[in-house]
């Protein structure tokens, strides 16, 4: 059964900082892209950073850039999202998903592409 869970979620001040994990079971996921996506209430759900599955290549959405950092660690199967400077509007559910194709070497940006998803974390900036 494949399973992705994350963890790392909280309440922050604004200026803060959350590391954010997804521990991924069940298949092989240093073979695919990665994609944290977050969806805040009334909102629809938007790609917040992209990594391909070797980790030379990432993407982030122009709102966390130069604040977030996505990374993964392939022996742990696990992938992570430092995020600093949060401001409040970065408040939402959190989730991480994998990509649904083998070894690509440009992580997807659409949400449709990915084929397995985790529950979501929570994260509240308090200004």
């Known amino acids: 059964q494949v399973q992705l869970v994350e963890s790392g979620g909280g309440l922050v001040q604004a200026g803060g900082s959350l590391r954010l994990s997804c521990a991924a079971s069940?298949?092989?996921?240093?073979?695919?892209?990665m994609g944290w996506f977050r969806q805040a209430p009334g909102k629809e759900r938007e790609l917040v950073a992209a990594?391909?599955?070797?980790?030379?290549?990432?993407s982030y959405t122009d709102s966390v850039k130069g604040r977030f950092t996505i990374s993964r660690d392939n022996a742990k199967d696990t992938v992570y999202l430092q995020m600093n400077s949060l401001k409040p509007e970065d408040t939402a559910v959190y989730y991480c998903?994998?990509?649904?194709?083998?070894?690509?070497?440009?992580?997807?940006?659409?949400?449709?592409?990915?084929?397995?998803w985790g529950q979501g974390t929570q994260v509240t900036v308090s200004s």
């Open positions: 069940g298949r092989t996921f240093s073979r695919y892209a």
């Open positions: 998903a994998a990509d649904s194709i083998l070894f690509r070497t440009v992580a997807p940006e659409r949400s449709v592409e990915y084929e397995y």
């Open positions: 990594i391909n599955w070797s980790g030379g290549q990432t």
